[in-house]
């Protein structure tokens, strides 16, 4: 078995016969570190619910921001049609689809923070639905399409080690030193991780004040909706 192996690897090998000066040229060229400006993949793939159209996150990353930066995308499953999700020069991850396919659900953001927007496929038009302290992620629609839930950090106070005294008004005091009791407190790519939990909250579809679902000390996240 190995040697037949072997010899269909080496007839192929001799049938493909030798590149074209192109390929070759393309071969030799080194990989250098800006290529990786260069470089895109797909992630969070979600199919509609009516099994015509493909949402996901093409992420890449930005010369301009030095920065991995995703971007929603639309392919019809028959590969017919391709386009950006909306024209939004932000971050954009989480693409969810409603119960009745009419809308898409995702994150959006910037350095001031992310925010839950709505996207309509009929119209192409979005709206923001929150105003959120911190980044929402985990977005799940209820079966009815009228709720979506969502996970969120909320912070705890941090640890210290003294008591300072008050800072006189207009006092210009260095930042207090940073405190922390916990293992796992920095991460690579995100850098120092902010001390609490995360929760599980929904909002309503429409837009609204969030609902905060959880508590307690516990990480909460992946929000999955029962059938009713």
Known sequence: MKRSILSACVATLVCAGPASPQAASAQ????????????????????????????????????????????????????????RLTGEDRAQSSPRWSPGGSRIAYVSGSDDGAEVYVYWTGTGESARLTQLPRSPRDLAWSPD????AFSMLVPEAAATLVSLPPRPEGAQWAEAPRVTTR????ADGS????????????????GGTPRQLTSGDFQHRGPVWAPD
């Open 191 to 206: 850098g120092f991780i902010e001390p609490g939990h995360a929760h599980i909250f929904v909002i309503p579809a429409d």
């Open 145 to 148: 399409g009228r709720q979506i």
């Open 28 to 83: 030799n060229t080194p990989f250098t570190d800006l290529d990786v400006f260069q470089l895109e993949y797909a992630s969070d793939v979600q199919i509609s619910p009516d099994g015509t159209w493909v949402a996901y996150v093409r992420t890449g990353m930005s010369i301009m921001r030095d920065r991995r930066e995703g971007r929603l995308w639309m392919v019809r499953t028959d590969a017919s049609e391709h386009r």
């Open 183 to 186: 293992v796992h407190h920095e």
